[in-house]
Structure formats: C-alpha cells, structure tokens
C-alpha cells in the first residue's frame, strides 16, 4: 500500500513567517522659517526722496470692553530695533523692552477710540478713525503712511494697506508693539476702576472668565454696549420694560372708575 505522505509532511514543515511589508518611510519634518518684518519698503522710499514715512496699527478691535488704541511710529533708519515683530507673536516681557527701545529712539504718537465712539461709528470706523488721528498727531506730517489691513487712512500723504503689515512691514510692526503695550497698561488701569471683571489678566478679549463676571457683574461703563455678549448681559441685569396692552390699560382705567363711583 502506497501511503500519501503529503499532509504529514505539511503538518511537520515549519511554517514561514509571513514577509513583513516594508513600513513606510517617515515624511521628514518641515520647518517653516517666518521673516521678520524688514525696513525693505521704508529705505526704498527714501532713496526715492520721500522722508518721513509711518507705520500705523491699531490693538483691541476684538474685545467686549476697553479702547481701541492706534499708533503712529517713524523709524530712526540708523537705529532701527533689533527683534520688531508682530506683537501678537512676541511675548509680553520681549514687546515690554522694545516698547521702551522704540520710544527712545523714534518718533511715534497715540490716539484712542473710546467704547462710545465704537458704539456710536462701529468698531471699523472707530478703528480708521484712530489711525488717522495718531498718524496726524505725530511730530512731523509724514510723506507716506503704511497701515495695516485692507483700508486705506484719510490723511494728506499717500498710503498704502498692506495685509498682514504688522509681519511684513517694521514701521508697522513697531507701531503694533507701541499700541498693544499702551492698551494692555490701560486696561490694567480700567482693572482699579472696575475691579471684579479681570481686566488686568484678559485686557477686555471674550475669554470664558471674562464671560463668566459679564454675566454675574452686568456690563461695567468700560464695555461695548452693542457686542452681543454685552447685549445679552445687560439685557439679563437690566430687562428692558415690555410696553403695556392697551385693552389691559383701558379695562383698569374703568375698573378703578366704577369703584370711585
């Protein structure tokens, strides 16, 4: 008898490990280097003859409470400080020394939009209208105005909106260092004023703790009266008297007849 020797064989044979599939090579990690604004746009000016040339930007168009606070900055070109940056992307220490460099060694101004000229114009236009009047109040009426955004500013010089300008352009970038650490020293003193809103640790913005005093404080005469958060809490603290029917007024008004008679 002729056995089938195929199965035991199979059974006996060591099983082979399945091939490991090669894993895929890891993407190599990628750093994104972000420029510094550069005095590029500034020099190229002067060399064309056109002197003094401004930077403009304003701080605290997103908070519930506080000012809008805009700046107007002038570069010395030979001493032009090392480390501008957008503010939001310096910390408040590093924004604190170069506030005291620019102040020493340019020429710069401040103007203020108060919360009721923001409920009065709108935060936009209360914002251009603080540009215009820092840039106006500067020592010398510059030749040329950059400002940050899309709008342009109603001054008698030309200017131009550079998008993101406070990261592009160093006049700007210093004028957004000069406006956010004004408007953060403000609020800090709004803080004395209005104790109980954290306005000293929030500087006015919607964060949830500032949300959270809103709603149990009411709004303070430092907020934006038409935000909606505010809306919503002065409406909480202080409802608005509904108007009364006019049926219920004329049935009162013949009840309390009838009973004089």
Known sequence: ???DNSKSASKTAPKQAPAKSAKPAKPAKRVVAVARPSFRRERALIKRGVWPVAG???AGRGPLAGPVVAAAVVLDPNRVPKGLDDSKR???ERREELFEEIC???????A???PARIDRDNILRASLWALARAVHALPEMPKHVFVDGRDKLATPCDCDAVIGGDGIVASIAA???IAKVTRDRLMCALALDCPGYGFEQHKGYGVPEHLEALDRLGPSSHHRSFFAPVVAARLKHFPVPTEPDLFTVDAESEAAASEAA
């Open 112 to 114: 203020v939009a108060s």
């Open 90 to 92: 310096l910390t408040a």
């Open 104 to 110: 020493a060694t340019a020429a710069f101004s401040v």
């Open 1 to 3: 008898m002729i056995r």
């Open 175 to 177: 004028a957004s260092i």
């Open 56 to 58: 403009c930007d304003e």
